[in-house]
């Protein structure tokens, strides 16, 4: 299957959003303190929990699905791409829960005896929520415009 412009998006855009924020929040973290706080690590969790139950429905809807744009997608083996970038957020949205559990759990000792894990851990928790966000608001897209061909 050729590389469309779809593709790149759906690959690079999330993780180029995650890398950026992950380093800007790593070499500006004096700055961004009011904003990586443990409430706010405690949301992620409940954030990235409820989109991992979420995408894990999506992935059974669609499994199941016989309708025509699935069936096409089948066809022209864009399923598995559909299928890949569920993974993938799946599995990310699952690591991001359970970093930023760890990151609140032990925000306060890191940032008194090791500032520069605490740095590390709060900055890439960030990062791999925003990717996560990206990755979820692009499979969605792509999911609505599956139903609304079939409408």
């Not at 690959?11 to 904003?35: D, Q, R």
């Not at 925003?130 to 692009?138: A, D, E, G, P």
Request: with cysteine.
């Amino acid at each position: 299957m050729d590389k469309t412009i779809g593709y790149w998006i759906e690959k690079l855009i999330p993780l180029l959003i995650g890398v950026s924020i992950t380093i800007v929040l790593f070499f500006n973290w004096e700055k961004a303190c009011f904003l990586i706080t443990e409430s706010f690590f405690d949301k992620i969790v409940g954030i990235t929990s409820t989109l991992f139950g979420f995408l894990l429905a999506i992935l059974a809807l669609l499994i199941q699905s016989d309708s025509e744009t699935v069936s096409l997608m089948k066809t022209h083996k864009s399923f598995p791409r559909l299928i890949s970038l569920n993974k993938t957020t799946v599995i990310s949205s699952m690591v991001n829960c359970f970093l930023a559990f760890i990151t609140s759990s032990s925000k306060g000792y890191l940032e008194e005896h090791f500032i520069f894990i605490s740095k590390i851990l709060e900055s890439s928790t960030f990062g791999l929520f925003c990717f996560v966000l990206t990755s979820s608001f692009i499979f969605t897209l792509i999911f609505y415009k599956i139903i609304l061909n079939d409408a």
